[in-house]
Antibody, heavy 120, light 107 residues
Framework: QVQLQESGPGLVKPSETLSLTCTVS????????WSWIRQPPGKGLEWIGY???????NSNPSLRSRVTISVDTSKNQISLKLSSVTAADTAVYYC??????????????WGQGTLVTVSS | EIVMTQSPATLSVSPGERAALSCRAS??????LAWYQQKPGQAPRLLIY???TRATGIPARFSGSGSGTEFTLTISSLQSEDFAVYYC?????????FGQGTKLEIK
């Protein structure tokens, strides 16, 4: 059974770069698309972007200039970097698996999420 | 971007009763629609994909219907563990998008 676990700093200063890692266990990251989604406290879900294990990636136009998503197949990890953060980037960040060879897919499973607070 | 609108924002229903949650897309998403359940402090859990297919392990009291722009999630007989927030999600066009959620609360 595939499981996902997000990790990274829980506190980031304004203007700095948020860096998170999603570690996949119980299965390979190969052949699947992997996604990042976030949820501000008390609010709904927002797409950040997705990536294929071989490098194909896309990100939400509203965040595109600040988002970098990468994959390390040797470690079975997906990474997210979000630059120039502000308080508006405070959220629970989730990674989730999308489709086999396609990003046009439902999300399952999800990681448990990690709260990142942007504050000085 | 496709805007997903869920209604109502909050639905109050008694245990044992039926609940119907609505999700409307600003343009057709065919049947490329999923539903998720989220409880406080937990990640969303996949319930339905392809508009009407139950995910593995999801009880039969959950059903999904619709295509194009109008979708419904129906819970036939509410159990205590069903009170949560429900989100719809279109994966037909990038950027994919979620509805704002419907909170299902105990009446």
């Amino acid at each position: 059974q595939v499981q996902l676990q997000e990790s990274g700093p829980g506190l980031v200063k304004p203007s700095e770069t948020l860096s998170l890692t999603c570690t996949v266990s119980g299965g390979s990251i190969s052949d699947y698309y992997w996604s990042w989604i976030r949820q501000p406290p008390g609010k709904g879900l927002e797409w950040i972007g997705y990536m294929f294990h071989s490098g194909g990636t896309n990100s939400n136009p509203s965040l595109r200039s600040r988002v970098t998503i990468s994959v390390d197949t040797s470690k079975n990890q997906i990474s997210l970097k979000l630059s120039s953060v502000t308080a508006a980037d405070t959220a629970v960040y989730y990674c989730a698996r999308a489709g086999l060879f396609t990003p046009d897919n439902w999300l399952d499973p999800w990681g448990q999420g990690t709260l990142v607070t942007v504050s000085s | 971007e496709i805007v997903m609108t869920q209604s109502p924002a909050t639905l109050s229903v008694s245990p044992g009763e039926r609940a119907a949650l609505s999700c409307r897309a600003s343009q057709s998403v065919s049947t490329n629609l999923a539903w998720y359940q989220q409880k406080p402090g937990q990640a969303p859990r996949l319930l339905i994909y392809g508009a009407s297919t139950r995910a593995t392990g999801i009880p039969a009291r959950f059903s999904g219907s619709g295509s194009g722009t109008e979708f419904t999630l129906t819970i036939s007989s509410l159990q205590s563990e069903d009170f949560a927030v429900y989100y719809c999600h279109q994966y037909n066009n990038w950027p994919y998008s979620f509805g704002q959620g419907t909170k299902l609360e105990i009446k």
